[in-house]
């Protein structure tokens, strides 16, 4: 009985709309934008395609990785961009638009997927899913995505 009890308060605290929590992280959903601000700073770009109000690991992401002192310090050598898919959140037509070509051009696939590409729109790496309780694999990403970035200048 008690494994079922913590078992149902941990689903319910990943269940948590993360939107609920605030981040030091900067996000921006301009990709535009994005590109002009990694070009004049030498950053590499960060989409996150996300379903932020209804995909379990994405939640998860938001709750554990974004909270993390390691993932926000790295956050600040790359320019992020949220690329959201929600089902409840309220969003623009001009933006889900903005999303679905960002998501046709560089992913296909399942959510959370991160995708980096520098100023010229160049992939330098893709990393699919989240492991819950593990965002060590995720910061291990970034570090890989901002050594390339270095190496590229």
Known sequence: MKKIIVL???????????????????????????KVIAKKEHKPILMLFTGSDWC???K???????????????SKQVVLVM???????????EQRKKNQMLASKFHRGG??????????????GKMTGYMFGHPE???????EIIEKNKKRK
């Open 56 to 58: 379990p690991p994405c």
């Open 60 to 74: 998860a992401m938001h709750n554990e990785l974004f909270h993390n002192p390691e993932f926000i310090e790295l």
């Open 83 to 93: 690329v959201d898919f929600p089902r409840r959140k309220p969003m623009s037509m």
């Open 137 to 143: 694999r995720d910061i291990n990403f970034f570090k």
């Open 111 to 124: 959510v959370p997927t991160f995708v980096a590409v520098t100023p010229d729109e160049k992939v330098l």
């Open 8 to 34: 149902t308060l941990m689903l319910a605290w990943y269940l948590v709309p993360a939107q609920e929590h605030k981040t030091e992280l900067n996000w921006l959903t301009d990709f535009e934008k994005a």
